[in-house]
T-cell receptor
Framework: GNSVTQMEGPVTLSEEAFLTINCTYT??????LFWYVQYPGEGLQLLLK?????DKGSNKGFEATYRKETTSFHLEKGSVQVSDSAVYFC??????????FGTGTRLQVFP | DAGVIQSPRHEVTEMGQEVTLRCKPI?????LFWYRQTMMRGLELLIY????????DSGMPEDRFSAKMPNASFSTLKIQPSEPRDSAVYFC??????????????FGPGTRLTVL
């Protein structure tokens, strides 16, 4: 079946630290992959996406590369800010109408 | 462009009462999704519509839940009767079925439901 596995949170970092949030997936075929972000009290927002192997999605300093050989889509940022504190969801859409979400990883950034 | 609009943003009700949540998708988006988010179960897809037609309602918890989409710009999720375990944040999302961005869902701000 189709599933997404994310690292458990919370991830706690100091401002300007390097961020990695791991995401691996299981899917039939070649799904599109996404990272969504949910700020406190808000809905989910698309952060970045990649639609085929070796594609790199990027936005607001965040990056993730679609790795077919390791079935991974890890989220990275070189220098986090307090304003990046949020919950991050990895997701895939396996050429159906549905999005399959991971459980979310809470990021807390302290000054 | 306005995003997905949900109302109310917060709803507090007593057990046994009927609750109706509302959603207006982004104009031109003809696929609409209802999700529920809780700490225990995370984000769950309840039901989705394409062109106002329900496609998959397998996520609807039980007969107390019903959803309608009478036209392309409006959908409701109704819970009758409500129970405390229905307390959650309910999100609506939409996407286009053709053109650019068909694989991306756009979420509303959610309705926080508390059933006492």
């Amino acid at each position: 079946g189709n599933s997404v596995t994310q690292m458990e949170g919370p991830v706690t970092l100091s401002e300007e630290a390097f961020l990695t949030i791991n995401c691996t997936y299981t899917a039939t075929g070649y799904p599109s992959l996404f990272w969504y972000v949910q700020y406190p009290g808000e809905g989910l927002q698309l952060l970045l996406k990649a639609t085929k192997a070796d594609d790199k999605g990027s936005n607001k300093g965040f990056e993730a590369t679609y790795r077919k050989e390791t079935t991974s889509f890890h989220l990275e940022k070189g220098s986090v800010q307090v304003s990046d504190s949020a919950v991050y969801f990895c997701a895939l859409t396996p050429f159906t109408d549905k999005l399959i979400f991971g459980t979310g990883t809470r990021l807390q950034v302290f000054p | 462009d306005a995003g997905v609009i949900q109302s109310p943003r917060h709803e507090v009700t007593e057990m046994g009462q009927e609750v109706t949540l509302r959603c207006k998708p982004i104009s031109g988006h003809n696929s609409l999704f209802w999700y529920r988010q809780t700490m225990m179960r995370g984000l769950e897809l309840l039901i989705y519509f394409n062109n106002n037609v329900p496609i998959d309602d397998s996520g609807m918890p039980e007969d107390r839940f019903s959803a309608k989409m009478p036209n392309a710009s409006f959908s409701t999720l109704k819970i009758q009767p409500s129970e405390p375990r229905d307390s959650a944040v309910y999100f609506c999302a939409s996407r286009p079925l053709a053109g650019e961005g068909t694989d991306t869902q756009y979420f509303g701000p959610g309705t926080r439901l508390t059933v006492l």
